[in-house]
């Protein structure tokens, strides 16, 4: 089985577009992270891929680090200008530590945390990272309780397809998000990240993150939780 990074390395440039759609500054995701974001200096964004919401972030903090396995995923998001120069990192999540990163006033990763490992020891990792005062916010993909893994499912490919349409109004980024997730290497990728499904996320988030505010369906296929370090 192939490690993470090679996927993406593989499918750095269809995601790049897949991702566009769902950072556009007009997308429900993206409105939805504006709102929660606490005043502050230093951000994280992990699992940043091609760095849309760096570019975001930096808008707002005035250091931004973004950290991904992909060296390819990074390559793009380097080319993009931002407010403030932002300090890319290829690295595992699971190897942040405060000792060596130190605090963030925010802790963010959108649509990759499952890919990242268990829940359980994914999300106390990026929860040490939160500065007192600090919030970590998390948008992840998630399955309804009950269905079929998304690589067994041959309409799931079409379903995500509708959603971004319906976001954007894209037909050629709907097309994109379709041929993505039909890619062979993506089969393979999901094969071996199964999304949570939405009880799953809540009970494993809510054990992880005491306090958390859990929304469910922020767009289909895709919860979300915030936790403020108080």
């Not at 005035?62 to 200008?81: C, H, N, R």
């Not at 120069?85 to 530590?97: F, G, H, I, K, S």
């Not at 945390?113 to 990272?129: T, Y």
Request: glycine share 6%.
């Amino acid at each position: 089985m192939s490690a993470p990074e090679a996927y993406f390395d593989d499918l750095a440039e269809l995601y790049e577009r897949f991702t566009a759609i769902r950072d556009a500054a007009t997308s429900p995701v993206r409105s939805w992270l504006v709102e929660q974001l606490p005043a502050g200096t230093r951000a994280l964004d992990v699992g940043c891929g091609g760095g849309n919401n760096c570019g975001m972030l930096a808008d707002r903090y005035d250091e931004v680090v973004g950290v991904d396995l992909s060296q390819k995923m990074l390559d793009i998001a380097a080319t993009k200008p931002t407010r403030v120069p932002v300090r890319y990192e290829c690295r595992n999540a699971t190897d942040l530590t405060p000792e060596r990163d130190g605090l963030f006033d925010l802790v963010m990763s959108v649509n990759a945390v499952f890919h990242m490992g268990p829940a359980d020891e994914v999300l106390p990792v990026l929860r040490a990272l939160v500065a007192p005062g600090g919030r970590l916010v998390v948008v992840d993909v998630t399955q309804p309780d009950g269905a079929a893994a998304p690589s067994e499912q041959s309409a799931y490919a079409f379903e995500t397809g509708k959603i971004i349409y319906d976001v954007s109004g894209d037909v050629e980024a709907a097309c994109d998000s379709v041929r993505m997730m039909l890619h062979p290497r993506w089969l393979q990728m999901s094969a071996s990240a199964m999304p949570l499904t939405d009880t799953e996320f809540g009970l494993q988030y809510e054990k992880a993150l005491p306090g958390v505010r859990i929304t469910r369906d922020l767009i289909p296929t895709m919860s979300a939780a915030v936790w403020d370090n108080a």
